[in-house]
């Protein structure tokens, strides 16, 4: 590689889509990729009931460690892991996921299809330009596989509407002084 990772030298800047390519086709950071859709997959893989109760902590060298809330709920799992690891495995379409852990501890609760938290402003109204959309769309195009693409375009999306809606509230109290 010519150019520093993260997308820049002296000289240029690169685009984004080159950047994360050029870091995708290292074959470390591709696992580490695979790794991280594995913490994502968990609630579509053992639904709600078992979510609700058990949550994905981290994983480390293909053993995916779980947190439940009680350890009569790690014991339950335990007799499902190998159930559990066979979905995950043909979800991703690898063999990511070579064993899995069961620890019992405090539970936090991660929602990753949830796009916004309490906190966050509402950006749900906020409408972006032909042009902003035209540039996020250059920016991420090409990029493979398309489910990172499409998640790099929803960011960049949520992130230009954040940007829209912080100008309106500044504009808004330059206003009100």
């Given at each position: ?85 066979k ?65 790099v ?16 509230q ?8």
């Amino acid at each position: 590689m010519d150019r520093p990772a993260w997308g820049r030298n002296k000289y240029m800047l690169y685009g984004l889509g080159e950047t994360i390519r050029e870091l995708t086709s290292n074959e470390e950071m591709r696992a580490k990729l695979e790794e991280s859709k594995v913490l994502s997959l968990w609630a579509q893989v053992v639904g709600p009931a078992i979510s609700d109760n058990a949550a994905p902590e981290k994983i480390k060298n293909g053993i995916l460690y779980i947190k439940t809330k009680s350890p009569a709920w790690a014991q339950e799992l335990k007799v499902l892991d190998s159930k559990i690891k066979k979905q995950i495995n043909a979800l991703l379409g690898s063999h990511t996921v070579h064993e899995i852990r069961f620890i019992h501890g405090p539970l936090i609760i991660k929602d990753n299809n949830q796009d916004n938290n309490e906190d966050s402003p509402d950006i749900s109204s906020i409408k972006l330009t032909q042009n902003d959309l035209e540039h996020i769309e250059e920016l991420v195009g090409g990029l493979e596989p398309a489910e990172l693409q499409e998640r790099v375009l929803r960011l960049l999306v949520k992130n230009k509407k954040l940007e829209r809606w912080r100008q309106k509230q500044l504009a808004l109290r330059e206003h009100g002084r």
